[in-house]
C-alpha cells in the first residue's frame, strides 16, 4: 500500500513521522513524506532515499489581521492544491499528519479522496492547528494519556511517540564519547534546544559558564545555527571543554555520551529522553502554543524524571547550581535516570503504524 506522511516544520513533528514510515517501509509499503520548506526539514531528510520527499509551503496563522487572513488562506489554498495533485499520481491509501497546520491540507485532501486520515498529537495538551485536525480525522493517535481530555471520546488511541530507528543502535559510551573527541570518565552535559536550538537556553547557558569553569565537566551543545560561534567563543573563554556544533544527525552518541541534558520540552525530545533514561533539566519554551511544553515537563517533574526551570526564571547563577547540586550525587542522578526510563514509550512507531493498517484492510 501507499501511505502519505505530512511531518513538516519542526523536529518534533518530522522525526516521528520519519518514524512511522520507516516501520511502514519495513512492512513492504510506499511512502511519501511532505515536509516544508524549511532549511532544517532538508538538513534532517538528507539522504532518507527510501522515502518519496515532497516539499510543500508551511502554513501558520501568525496573527488576526486581515491582511495575514487572506495570505494565509491564499498560501494554504496553494498547498493544498499541490498536495491533491501529489496525491492524484501517488493514491495514497492513507493519510496520516504528524501535528500542526502542515497536516491540515493533506489531512483535507486524503479525506476528499475518502481514504483514512489520521493525526498524531505528541504533546500532553494540543494546540488550535491538532484542536481542528481531530475533527476531520478518522482517528487521533496520541503520545500523553493526558491530551486525550481534550479531544473527542472514542476516536482517540494512546501510541506514544514514535522514535527513530537510528535512535534504537546499540552504542557504547567510551565510542559515543570519542565521537565528540571527550574523554571518558569526565562528567558530560548535553544542551540541546530543539532542531532549530534555543536562544534562551543558549543565553541561560553563558551565564552559567563561569561558575562551571573549573569544574569537573564537558559539554556537547547543539546551539542551532545562529549562535554557533557565539558559544564556541564562550566555552573557549571558560576553559571548559565543549563540542559546540548547530545541529548534529547522530543524535544517539549524543544521547549515550552524556550522564545529564538541559534541554526543552518538546514531546519529540523528551521522548527520546526517556529511551535513554536521560535525566534533565527542562527550560520549556515559553511561547510555544498552549504553553504545550510546560505540560510536558511537569509530566516528567512529577515523576521525578527531571527539574524544570521557567526561562523567565532562569539565571545562570539558578541553571549552574541546579545542575552542579544533580551533578554532585551520583545516586540521585541514578534514580532520576530509572523514573525517566519508566515514562519512554514502547514499540511506538509500531504502534501508530498498526493502528493505520487496521483501518486499510
Same mark, same amino acid.
Given at each position: ?28 509499503? +510506499? ?47 496553494? /498547498? ?7 496525491? =492524484? +499520481?501517488?493514491?495514497? *491509501? ?23 486520515? &489520521?493525526?498524531?498529537?505528541? *504533546? ?5 492547528? *491538532?484542536?481542528?485536525?481531530? =475533527? ?6 496520541? /503520545?500523553?494519556? +493526558? %491530551?486525550?481530555?481534550? &479531544?473527542?471520546?472514542?476516536? %482517540? ?17 567510551? =565510542? ?16 540541546? /534546544? ?7 537556553? *543558549? ?12 569544574? =569537573? ?25 565543549? &563540542? ?25 525530545s523528551l521522548t527520546e529522553l526517556s529511551h535513554f533514561g536521560l535525566p534533565s533539566i527542562l527550560i520549556p519554551y515559553p511561547h510555544a502554543a498552549e504553553d504545550h511544553q510546560t505540560f510536558n515537563a511537569k509530566i516528567f517533574e512529577r515523576a521525578g524524571a527531571a527539574a524544570l526551570i521557567n526561562e523567565r526564571e532562569v539565571t545562570g547563577e539558578t541553571l549552574a547550581s541546579k545542575l552542579l547540586w544533580l551533578l554532585a550525587d551520583p545516586a540521585r542522578l541514578s534514580e532520576m535516570s530509572s523514573r525517566c526510563a519508566s515514562l519512554a514509550p514502547h514499540q511506538a512507531a509500531e504502534r501508530v503504524a498498526d ?7
Amino acid at each position: 500500500m501507499k501511505f502519505a506522511i505530512a511531518a513538516g516544520g519542526t523536529g518534533g513533528h518530522l522525526f516521528p513521522g520519519v518514524a512511522v514510515g520507516e516501520v511502514l517501509r519495513a512492512h513492504g509499503h +510506499e511512502v511519501m513524506l511532505i515536509i516544508s520548506e524549511k532549511e532544517i526539514d532538508a538538513l534532517a531528510t538528507e539522504g532518507r532515499s527510501e522515502f518519496r520527499i515532497e516539499r510543500v509551503p508551511g502554513v501558520g496563522l501568525q496573527s488576526k489581521s486581515p491582511l495575514a487572513l487572506i495570505r494565509f488562506i491564499a498560501k494554504f489554498h496553494s /498547498g493544498l492544491q499541490q498536495v491533491r495533485a501529489l496525491y =492524484r +499520481e501517488f493514491q495514497p *491509501n492513507a493519510v496520516i499528519g504528524m501535528g500542526g497546520f502542515t497536516s491540515t491540507g493533506p489531512i483535507l485532501a486524503g479525506r476528499s479522496r475518502r481514504v483514512p486520515t &489520521f493525526v498524531h498529537e505528541s *504533546n500532553a495538551i494540543p494546540g488550535k492547528a *491538532n484542536r481542528l485536525n481531530a =475533527r476531520l480525522v478518522t482517528r487521533v493517535l496520541l /503520545g500523553f494519556e +493526558e %491530551c486525550a481530555a481534550y &479531544f473527542p471520546s472514542g476516536k %482517540c488511541e494512546v501510541t506514544g511517540t514514535p522514535v527513530r530507528t537510528s535512535l534504537t543502535k546499540p552504542i557504547d559510551k567510551p =565510542r559515543a564519547l570519542a565521537a565528540f573527541g571527550l574523554t571518558p570518565g569526565t562528567p558530560t552535559l548535553l544542551i540541546m /534546544g530543539g532542531s532549530q536550538g534555543a536562544r534562551g537556553i *543558549n543565553q541561560a547557558v553563558t551565564d552559567a559558564l563561569p561558575k562551571l569553569a573549573g569544574k =569537573r565537566l564537558q559539554v556537547i551543545h547543539l546551539t542551532g545555527k545562529q549562535d554557533e560561534g557565539l558559544m564556541r567563543t564562550r566555552y573557549e573563554t571558560a576553559a571548559v571543554p565543549a &563540542f559546540v556544533s548547530p545541529f548534529y544527525h547522530q543524535m544517539e552518541e549524543a544521547y549515550r555520551a552524556a550522564d545529564i541534558a538541559i534541554a526543552r520540552s518538546g514531546a519529540a525530545s523528551l521522548t527520546e529522553l526517556s529511551h535513554f533514561g536521560l535525566p534533565s533539566i527542562l527550560i520549556p519554551y515559553p511561547h510555544a502554543a498552549e504553553d504545550h511544553q510546560t505540560f510536558n515537563a511537569k509530566i516528567f517533574e512529577r515523576a521525578g524524571a527531571a527539574a524544570l526551570i521557567n526561562e523567565r526564571e532562569v539565571t545562570g547563577e539558578t541553571l549552574a547550581s541546579k545542575l552542579l547540586w544533580l551533578l554532585a550525587d551520583p545516586a540521585r542522578l541514578s534514580e532520576m535516570s530509572s523514573r525517566c526510563a519508566s515514562l519512554a514509550p514502547h514499540q511506538a512507531a509500531e504502534r501508530v503504524a498498526d493502528t493505520v493498517l487496521k483501518f486499510c484492510v
